[in-house]
Structures are given as structure tokens and as C-alpha cells.
């Protein structure tokens, strides 16, 4: 059973009571209700079992999320990269000489609030998210006994832009408008569906153009202006369909090159363009030259979900292709899409019903005392 000890001394009273650690602590009060008070809630936690010592959470908080970052471990380079960017730049710059156990409700809710307007809703949501995982670290290594992030509103994020996706024609000429093996990669990242860095990191090994299929197992990353390949967003391998027009023209890109080579090398390079270079040299050019100035090559990867959905492929075909770990990320993105199906299955779902009412030559009765007279 916890418990402490209060005494006067001189003209102020003095509380104390031995931590789960075997140690003394004190503290002077000018009243024996303040005493009292303080006892009470230290002997209390201990009961409890959340009794930490309160001068862990004493420790500034830039000192401790450097701790944490060198504690982490990290599936890419990128996430690494853009964990330590976001630390340096929003969270350290507000909170580095703050101690974990003076951060407080409104002085979280009040930086959020200075945030909006400064980053993107989504940017500020990262930040918030980040300092809250600090701080959960912090409660699990016993430095405080919670923390008030996870209590704090955050912004609502802002309405993506509306998926746009280009047509067949609009694809050839902006592949026709590319050239050669760029004309190439523009329509592999138009009907396969996959992402940029997914397509640069192909390699001859990776198609099977027998069975018009290719594995989809890496991807490059871009950190700092450079490529780092590692396993796809989503961790796993998947096969995606090749259509005949693709199979062809991966036979004249992949003849006579080495298994394991790159295919989408860049000039003189031995590696892919960085999507600045493509952007600059190659894709700003051709959408212009083609009268589709605003088109994002992320576009691209919309149109072959847009192409798939229009004949009719269930979400869960889609998000397969796609490379989505859920079919409900494929219908937040692409849900307006479905809803432009749902006239066309009704109209299936109409002919039907008619074809088989027309066939059983069933006449309509007319209802109770419809007839004249």
C-alpha cells in the first residue's frame, strides 16, 4: 500500500512518500491542504501503477526526439528522409527547448492553428502526427504519463483535385509525341496502371511476354537527387496484364539488352531520369506540343483506372492492378468513376428482366378495378 508522510517545518509543510523505485521525494507547501493534496495524487498513481518519476518528463523535447529519430527504423530511404525533414523543418523549430511534460493541450491546438495557412491541411496533420508519435514513445519509455496530442482537432484536409483521366487518343499522341522508348513508357504507365518509380526500376527479367504479363516488385525512390530501389509502396509482388500493342514494343525495347539492366536509362547515364529531368526535358514538351498543357504524368496511372472501370473491371481487379493494399483506397480515389457505371448495369439488369418477361410471353394483368364501366 502506498503511502507518505507530512510534517511542519517552521512555518511550511513538508510532503513525502518513496517512488516505485525505492526513492525519496519530497516537496514543500505552504499549506497542509496543498500538502495533502500533492500526497495524495503521488500515492494515488503509484495504486494505479502510472507512477512515473516526475523528473523524466523534466527532459527537453529536442533532446528526446533525437533520441527517438536515432532509435528508428525505417522500410525506405524516402520515409527516413522525409521523417527527419519534417522533424528539422515544423516540429523541432516550435517545441526543441519545451520539456515533454510542459507541452500542453492549448499550446498544441494553438501551433496547429499558427500552421494553417503557412503548410498545406495535410502537411500540418503530418506534423501533428509526428510529434504525437514522439510523445507516445515518451509514455511507453516512462518519461510521462500521457500526453494531450491525440486530443487535439485536426484541420480538415483540403479537396484533392478531381481525377481527370485522359482518353486512348490522348494517350497515343502524347506517347507519339514523346518518341521511341519514352513513347514506351508513356504507355506502360498508361495501361498498366503502375506508378513512376515502379516503371523505371523494370528490367527485361521482369516480363513474361508470353503470358503478356509483367512483375511488379521494385520501385525507385528519389531522395536528395538521388535513386534508391527497394520493394514496392505496398510490400508485395503483383502481376499486371500487358495489352498486345504494349508486347510488341517491350519486344523491340528489351532485345538484345541484359537481363538484369535498366531499361529507361537516361542519356549517358546508368540510371533512370529523375522525375524533374523527365518532367523538364521530355513531358512538358510533348503536352504542350499536343494542346494537353495541364496532365501530370501521375494522370496516366489515373487513366488506366479510369480505362478498366469503363469495361466494367470490379474494384477489386482494379486495386489488384493498381498495386492498393485495399479496394477502399481504390474507391476513395475512383468512386465517382464507379458511380458513371451504375446506369450501365442498370440498363443490363433491364434487359434482362425484359428478354425474360418477352420470353414467358406473360401479359400484364391490370389491377382491381381498373377496368371501364
Not at 507516445?136 to 484541420?155: I, Y
Amino acid at each position: 500500500m502506498a503511502s507518505g508522510h507530512i510534517n511542519k517545518r517552521g512555518d511550511k509543510w513538508r510532503a513525502r512518500y518513496r517512488g516505485t523505485d525505492g526513492k525519496e521525494r519530497s516537496r514543500t507547501f505552504d499549506t497542509k491542504r496543498e500538502a495533502n493534496s500533492w500526497l495524495s495524487q503521488q500515492t494515488s498513481s503509484i495504486v494505479r501503477g502510472d507512477w512515473i518519476d516526475p523528473k523524466a518528463g523534466e527532459i527537453k523535447f529536442g533532446e528526446y526526439a533525437r533520441g527517438w529519430l536515432d532509435r528508428q527504423t525505417f522500410d525506405k530511404p524516402k520515409t527516413e528522409a522525409e521523417t527527419r525533414g519534417l522533424l528539422a523543418s515544423r516540429v523541432l523549430p516550435e517545441w526543441q527547448d519545451v520539456s515533454l511534460n510542459k507541452i500542453s493541450y492549448e499550446a498544441v491546438s494553438s501551433w496547429s492553428a499558427s500552421l494553417i495557412g503557412v503548410v498545406s491541411s495535410s502537411r500540418t496533420r503530418q506534423s501533428i502526427h509526428l510529434l504525437g508519435r514522439i510523445l507516445d514513445d515518451a509514455t511507453r519509455t516512462g518519461r510521462l504519463v500521457r500526453h494531450p496530442v491525440r486530443q487535439v482537432k485536426l484541420p480538415r484536409l483540403r479537396t484533392k483535385r478531381k481525377v481527370v483521366p485522359l482518353t486512348v487518343e490522348q494517350v497515343e499522341k502524347l506517347a507519339d509525341a514523346c518518341g521511341g522508348r519514352w513513347g514506351t513508357l508513356v504507355r506502360i504507365l498508361a495501361y498498366t496502371g503502375m506508378r513512376w518509380g515502379e516503371v523505371v526500376a523494370l528490367r527485361p527479367m521482369d516480363f513474361d511476354l508470353k503470358r503478356r504479363r509483367v512483375q511488379v516488385a521494385n520501385t525507385l525512390s528519389e531522395v536528395g537527387g538521388h535513386l534508391h530501389e527497394t520493394d514496392t509502396k505496398t510490400h508485395r509482388v503483383r502481376s499486371v496484364p500487358l495489352i498486345d500493342e504494349l508486347v510488341a514494343e517491350i519486344e523491340w525495347l528489351i532485345e538484345g539488352e541484359e537481363q538484369d539492366a535498366l531499361l529507361f536509362t537516361w542519356g549517358t547515364h546508368e540510371r533512370p531520369p529523375l522525375s524533374s529531368e523527365f518532367a523538364r526535358t521530355v513531358w512538358r514538351p510533348a503536352k504542350e506540343a499536343v494542346g494537353l498543357d495541364s496532365v501530370r504524368v501521375h494522370d496516366l496511372r489515373h487513366t488506366c483506372a479510369s480505362l478498366l472501370i469503363s469495361k466494367g473491371a470490379p474494384v477489386t481487379v482494379v486495386a489488384r492492378i493498381l498495386g492498393h493494399s485495399k479496394a477502399t483506397t481504390t474507391l476513395s480515389i475512383y468512386a465517382h468513376l464507379f458511380e458513371n457505371e451504375t446506369d450501365a448495369w442498370g440498363d443490363k439488369l433491364n434487359e434482362d428482366v425484359s428478354d425474360t418477361r418477352a420470353a414467358n410471353l406473360r401479359p400484364v394483368e391490370e389491377p382491381p378495378g381498373s377496368s371501364a364501366g
